[in-house]
């Protein structure tokens, strides 16, 4: 398939990268039913780590099988498939490469009482080179006291998978030494986008910013120069500004499961914003197979328009 | 011995292996006199190190001996016998095989008083390796703050295992931040399965799960889709389904010593709801000899019929 | 180009150096329109990582380009840019050399709440070497509890470092223990110029001094010796003194954005105290282009006067 | 030398070990006036380190020198000698192997106050190498919350020891979260013989029990089956049993200085009890040379009688 | 030069050395105007990094410039030069060997309140073969509770050291558990000499100890056996038969800048007890050079006569 001229733009944006970094990321913008747009719409699935199995699964239960999950996001046109070392594993032997894998290199389990916001390392770069993965994922908590392990960390893993010509896609949730509504701050968010990018990031993946802004220096300077953050359009701007003027792959969750003309809505700004997509979890996979599809193709769309 | 198909089937869920892993675990499931059912029953003696000796082997003190637990394993039919360090190198210059060997990796002493549950290391792949074993074994408290440090030291001890064709038995035991009654509660045991599965666990050992739930958002769930809790057997086949919907091996423990009525109709609870077998210590060798092989007799029985 | 009798004697005090890493010292000395006169202006942009994007940026929103700050590098006639990594793999491979680059190693956010002043590892010297640059930056923050690891981690990064022929910009940073005033005391700052010196930094980067004594034992020593602290030339005289008698190449940031006529006595007083060069962030790229431009020109005009 | 039936027969109870470990097992064996009777009697001098030096070596002037200690041990027929890194430095390129030599890897000083009992590495397995030693020693404290470090470190050096073909003597003294009496408990150094066996120890060096008990779950089973703990002899036999069923070599320490009679009275009940030996280093060196060799030749004649 | 009969002896209590770090000892004894007669004056200086510039070369400002320190040390016939990494490099490449050099490997500024005593790592093994020094030099503080990790780092060091040919030089200052006075007291710096000789070092340095006894446990001993304390040739001597009964070189600081006739007393009471000679830095380099030079020839002087 010969690369669209939007592949090509994004793929320019990477200078500095070998071949075999360029060409996985290229392969996780020409998969699934968005290839070509330089859009991209991935089901990540670590709810069942993150959140426990009756939480994440009970609702549609066919999603205890790890092989439901790879089904869903190949049939949905899914950009990729995300998910930790277990699931993945389940099924990467049998897809070869059906879907492009991505293997989340940490995660964080709702049983234990951390005294700072920390994921595990739980998967390591040598695993996603053998399972044949198109990129690593991992998780950093931006205003975390052990800030400085996650991002130690993340720069060897970043290193050694570049070492094996794999792309990184980065989950920057702000947490730590701030408000709760300061995790989804419009400045947070943006700042979080900027860390990322800083750290190295191939793609980005924030939350949805609120109208609100955390820090108050960040206030200042957000009256002084009026940067409008009313609709999650304009916030989706500012954040992918801050992503290196737009140069940067920036995607963003779909959060809680929600009504879904809500969540187009949302998807709708995050477009207009000028995002680069979604990845969507339980959104798409606690709803029944057939209704999880038609959303994901309904999204899909929307990026596509 | 041509595989059975239950063990093909089995095999078939781990697709994602190398042929080496794979032998071995066959090997784990075609020993005993279980061999070709899928189900399997463990000796595990580690008691000596984890509650001290006289508390261990004086009830039968023959079991102060290192062979005398190498020859119970062999002669009740066991699938595999799974000790620390020390136990092992006793026996395995003789044995050279006549049993499956699990090298357990972690170890803790109930000598010292530890901030946050975990055990320390006290024997590495290279040993198992050495020893002629057929896994290795290690145990993560879920729970534990001290959790990154255990998930990140399994995670290379899993990695390099696989270098050498080894799988993984994980003891999942959640402990620290959580009630007493939290420890075996139905949610947190199947949050612990789950949470091993995605480890890349290949066989899982969990406590018998009691009719209690700890977590307030997973009593939310398991009470809005009715989620059946009475019976021993509802409760183990709500952690086999939470163990990637029945594709992972999951076994249960016998826990302290008890009479043997009581015993049995456990393990036709952990029969009746999926279970894959057993893991019984301190309730067949504090037993004299004649009558714990009776016992383990009569366990095979349970799973087989 | 032959070398002037300047760079050569500046090269001269570090006889113990290899070819290589002479090399590299003498390209950042022989570079922009500064080239040859052994004095050094450096365009640093990190403060979208250390301050965030809006803050940094906003004021003169092309900023928020990667390419931006290195075609202003470029046009203004700096002698390197030094950025994190992120920024310079956004630009190094269109620009092959054409500015030399400096990869900043560490960098610390302002979103989390460290308890020891300490940044965080964000790229390795393996990364500056990838991207062609001529010498790593790192961050120390003298006076922080968590100095031992700083100086740690400083040492095996210039071991490595040198490996490569790289030499190493020291940004010294006196934070922790000391007073607000203190950090920028003359004492203080003088005792940061040493620590780095001793440290084996080839290139040592502090904040212009105050006329403000920290600690009791220095502040006998000024006074039973009339150390002059007065004028700012007087304080950079003592400050390039304390690193090896003039020996080693110290240069000093601009500090927060100021009015221009303010912002060229302060260089004017760094000159005439022997100071050999200006590293200046945000009083340029905060500028609009022609600004900036125009007042780094000035800048090198004062030091080649 | 043929080996005698009892040394081959303890050979045999390590059936896991390499040709190269055995021999330096049997090396230990057969040395000194012992040779071959399977018991032994070893000369360590610590106490410099660990107490002081004029604490240690005032009593009897000529132990400040480095060389008398090796002289004694030799002249007094025992089967080894063990100290730290400077004092076997200080000898061995002498010695030759003239007397076994056991590097101790560990060592404490009383000089710091340490939050939990925690002995500094101060030698390596490569210095016992390059010393020509046939084992090294180490010391664990059971009961310290820093076991986990401690175990993890005894577990790195096991096995890089092995593959020089050197074993390991364990010195496990209990200390921690136990009272003053509970670090010499019978249950207590009973529980430090086990862990210190299935941590791999070839050889067991813990302290002469006393007849109390420390922690309640023991003394419940010490009542139930009445084990008998009146005697020295009683006790030691309890501590052998423990240690695989009098399958791994356990020998006492003499302990602080004391009176001849009472000593060897105590040499008698240890020889009673089973067990294989003893190490005695104050009431030895502190002693004039003739009346410490005197002594050693009348505790050698206990174990050999 | 042929060996005098002082200098084989001293080589002869290193009996376990490699011919190359034997020949790097004797190289220190054989330079200068003390060579051959087995004592030694070395000249230190890294009072810059540890207490600042002005407080330590304000007094004499050409001890400012690095060339001047290596300078002062050959014109007095010092038999080495010791400073940290920044001052070696900064004459190394000139010197060529013209003065045996001693890396010191960590230092400690005085900026940063540390909660426990610990120099950091600031310069490694691998710089002190490439500057072609004879010696690496490194600082513990017994009574640390940081302790463990500095016996082990220097364990690490000393035997990197000798894979180069290159000895150790030992700077122990007690600090920590102590009171003011006993981190200078006659038992801790006896016991810091016992402690320095078996972690293997092969010169060690101490502070001149005062009459006073800090331990009651070596009170006791002191009082018992009456070891005279009274003058600086007596506690001089119990040092020194406390560092292997005089059989490692035991060489002492001059301390803080004092009157020259109180240095030459203090001087002559550290021959008198045997001591192996002096290592001076403030109350060389902070007078003018001349002054300088006669009061260190003065100090040869002592201790050759």
């Known amino acids: 398939m010969a690369f669209s001229e939007r592949v090509r733009q994004i793929l320019s944006w990477y200078p500095s990268e070998s071949p075999a970094v360029l060409t996985n990321l290229a392969r996780l913008m020409n998969s699934g039913s968005l290839a070509g747009t330089g859009k991209m719409v991935i089901l990540p699935v670590d709810q069942g780590f993150e959140h426990g199995p009756a939480r994440s699964f009970q609702p549609n239960p066919a999603g205890y099988d790890p092989e439901y999950h790879a089904a869903l996001a190949i049939e949905s046109g899914c950009n990729a498939y ?17 879907v492009p894998l991505i293997l989340k290199l940490n995660n964080s389990d709702s049983l234990a009482k951390i005294d700072q916001p920390c994921s595990a390392l739980t998967a390591s770069v040598k695993d996603a080179v053998r399972l044949g993965c198109v990129a690593i994922g991992y998780t950093i908590y931006p205003g975390s006291a052990a800030r400085n392990q996650q991002y130690q960390d993340l720069r060897d893993l970043i290193l050694e998978a570049k070492e094996y010509g794999l792309p990184t896609v980065l989950w920057a949730y702000p947490r730590g030494a701030l408000s709760k509504d300061g995790e989804t701050a419009i400045d947070v968010v943006a700042y979080a986008a900027q860390i990322s990018a800083q750290l190295g990031a191939h793609v980005i993946k924030v939350k949805p910013p609120k109208d609100f802004i955390e820090q108050a220096e960040a206030k200042k300077v957000f009256e002084k120069y009026s940067i409008p953050t009313k609709t999650m359009a304009d916030r989706v701007k500012h ?42 979890g339980r959104n798409a996979f606690q709803r029944p197979k057939t209704e999880a599809i038609a959303l994901l193709k309904d999204v899909m769309n929307v990026f596509r328009g």
């Open 239 to 280: 954040v992918v500004q801050s992503a290196f003027n737009g140069k940067r792959i920036v995607i963003f969750s779909g959060g809680e499961a929600k009504e879904t003309s809500a969540l187009l809505e949302e998807i709708r700004g995050i477009r207009d914003g000028g995002g680069f997509g979604s990845i969507m």
């Open 82 to 98: 995300a998910a930790p070392l277990g699931f993945l594993e389940a099924v990467a032997g049998k897809l070869c490469g059906e």
